[in-house]
């Protein structure tokens, strides 16, 4: 469709180009029966050229083009109104040009948003100086934390202050959903001051996308969906999502495993290959427990989560688990995991993630 699209815009463009050619008496243009003076035929070429390179920007993604291209629609409906018995089809790809003008205007204003918010989640988590994690910093850890945080490598680098995580992922919204949603999403968490935001864009279809923020922030939870980043559907903040969005921030403590040393979270060993964590941060406390196998790679998280938001929500299992693991600069991490809700009739997986890179201590924002 982006193909088809861009090859409407640049007909479109170039058909603008017979103004200025009657205009200016190159070329008889039988088709525009009223005369066309010297300045409508420059502004019949303006038209021309600003379509067409609204055509380029489009095609190269460029975040002004919807700028670029409302510029480009009204000159030349300007021009279509006042040749309209000769001109008036020329509105069709007009409307359509508008109609992917505003859609791209509510994606640069999500981002917009989420670099914003995003660099203001970074900049609140400045370490006064890089510590390395040592063995005695881990001593007083259960035994499956010790190994694990042995195992992964963390001990002898430097304590992980925040990341960035670059994912693809397959998602399901619904338990009855078959197929599965391609999506990427970007997510920056921060480690000294608890937090992360978690940026997602979901493909739907060849026309439907929605585009999604979790956060948290100062110990509390928000969702936010879009449907083509300008309608909410999902805008939701309270309690027990700041319960949900923690214990989601517990599970993922395994991308960055220093954050086992917080002073915000206490460690309480079942038995030799599993652990529960509780944390407790500015008035939200929730819990997960971590399962590792006897190698010392953890395994599973499991914690029970209200499934939403509303005042009768009941919580059911939730479960996180490891397919495989990579090597991030130097730091063994699992790097496609699952997300499972154990309801009462079935479960419903409506995650499969999958890391393709992860960064560390870094303080920049993509833009």
Same mark, same amino acid.
């Not at 030799?272 to 997960?288: E, H, I, P, R």
């Given at each position: 469709?982006?193909?088809?699209?861009?090859?409407?815009?640049?007909?479109?463009?170039?058909?603008?180009?017979?103004? @200025?050619?009657?205009?200016?008496?190159?070329?008889?243009?039988?088709?525009?029966?009223?005369?066309?003076?010297?300045?409508?035929?420059?502004?019949?070429?303006?038209?021309?050229?600003?379509?067409?390179?609204?055509?380029?920007?489009?095609?190269?993604?460029?975040?002004?083009?919807?700028?670029?291209?409302?510029?480009?629609?009204?000159?030349?409906?300007?021009?279509?109104?006042?040749?309209?018995?000769?001109?008036?089809?020329?509105?069709?790809?007009?409307?359509?040009?508008?109609?992917?003008?505003?859609?791209?205007?509510?994606?640069?204003?999500?981002?917009?948003?989420?670099?914003?918010?995003?660099?203001?989640?970074?900049?609140?988590? +400045?370490?006064?100086?890089?510590?390395?994690?040592?063995?005695?910093?881990?001593?007083?850890?259960?035994?499956?934390?010790?190994?694990?945080?042995?195992?992964?490598?963390?001990?002898?680098?430097?304590?992980?202050?925040?990341?960035?995580?670059?994912?693809?992922?397959?998602?399901?919204?619904?338990?009855?959903?078959?197929?599965?949603?391609?999506?990427?999403?970007?997510?920056?968490?921060?480690?000294?001051?608890?937090?992360?935001?978690?940026?997602?864009?979901?493909?739907?279809?060849?026309?439907?996308?929605? +585009?999604?923020?979790?956060?948290?922030?100062?110990?509390?939870?928000?969702?936010?969906?879009?449907?083509?980043?300008?309608?909410?559907?999902?805008?939701?903040?309270?309690?027990?999502?700041?319960?949900?969005?923690? +214990?989601?921030?517990?599970?993922?403590?395994?991308? @960055?495993?220093?954050?086992?040393?917080?002073?915000?979270?206490?460690?309480?060993?079942?038995?030799?290959?599993?652990?529960?964590?509780?944390?407790?941060?500015?008035?939200?406390?929730?819990?997960?427990?971590?399962?590792?196998?006897?190698?010392?790679?953890?395994?599973?998280?499991?914690?029970?989560?209200?499934?939403?938001?509303?005042?009768?929500?009941?919580?059911?299992?939730?479960?996180?688990?490891?397919?495989?693991?990579?090597?991030?600069?130097?730091?063994?991490?699992?790097?496609?995991?699952?997300?499972?809700?154990?309801?009462?009739?079935?479960?419903?997986?409506?995650?499969?993630?999958?890391?393709?890179?992860?960064?560390?201590?870094?303080?920049?924002?993509?833009?």
């Amino acid at each position: 469709m982006r193909i088809a699209f861009l090859i409407i815009v640049f007909i479109h463009g170039l058909l603008h180009i017979l103004g @200025f050619l009657k205009g200016v008496g190159i070329y008889e243009v039988k088709e525009l029966s009223l005369p066309i003076s010297k300045l409508l035929a420059i502004l019949w070429l303006l038209a021309s050229f600003l379509l067409l390179l609204y055509g380029i920007t489009f095609l190269l993604s460029t975040q002004y083009a919807w700028l670029v291209g409302c510029i480009a629609l009204v000159l030349s409906q300007i021009l279509i109104m006042l040749f309209w018995n000769d001109a008036k089809f020329g509105t069709l790809p007009n409307v359509l040009i508008l109609i992917v003008c505003i859609l791209s205007y509510g994606q640069f204003h999500f981002h917009k948003m989420t670099t914003r918010e995003s660099a203001s989640l970074l900049n609140q988590n +400045q370490p006064s100086k890089a510590k390395i994690v040592t063995p005695n910093e881990i001593e007083a850890l259960p035994i499956p934390v010790k190994t694990w945080l042995q195992n992964s490598g963390a001990v002898g680098k430097p304590f992980i202050t925040k990341g960035k995580v670059i994912q693809e992922a397959k998602m399901k919204m619904k338990p009855e959903q078959e197929d599965w949603m391609d999506a990427k999403a970007v997510q920056y968490s921060t480690i000294d001051t608890p937090g992360f935001i978690w940026i997602v864009d979901v493909k739907m279809n060849a026309l439907l996308n929605f +585009q999604g923020r979790d956060q948290f922030k100062n110990g509390k939870g928000e969702m936010l969906i879009k449907l083509n980043s300008l309608f909410n559907v999902v805008n939701e903040e309270g309690k027990k999502l700041d319960e949900g969005t923690m +214990q989601r921030y517990l599970g993922e403590m395994v991308w @960055f495993p220093s954050l086992a040393l917080s002073e915000y979270i206490t460690w309480e060993k079942i038995n030799d290959t599993t652990a529960l964590a509780t944390m407790d941060y500015k008035g939200t406390n929730a819990s997960g427990t971590f399962y590792f196998n006897s190698a010392g790679d953890f395994v599973k998280f499991a914690t029970f989560r209200f499934r939403d938001n509303e005042e009768n929500s009941r919580r059911f299992e939730w479960i996180l688990k490891v397919d495989r693991y990579k090597t991030f600069e130097g730091i063994k991490v699992p790097s496609s995991m699952s997300a499972t809700w154990k309801l009462e009739n079935r479960d419903w997986t409506w995650l499969r993630l999958e890391i393709k890179d992860l960064k560390y201590n870094e303080n920049t924002v993509s833009e």
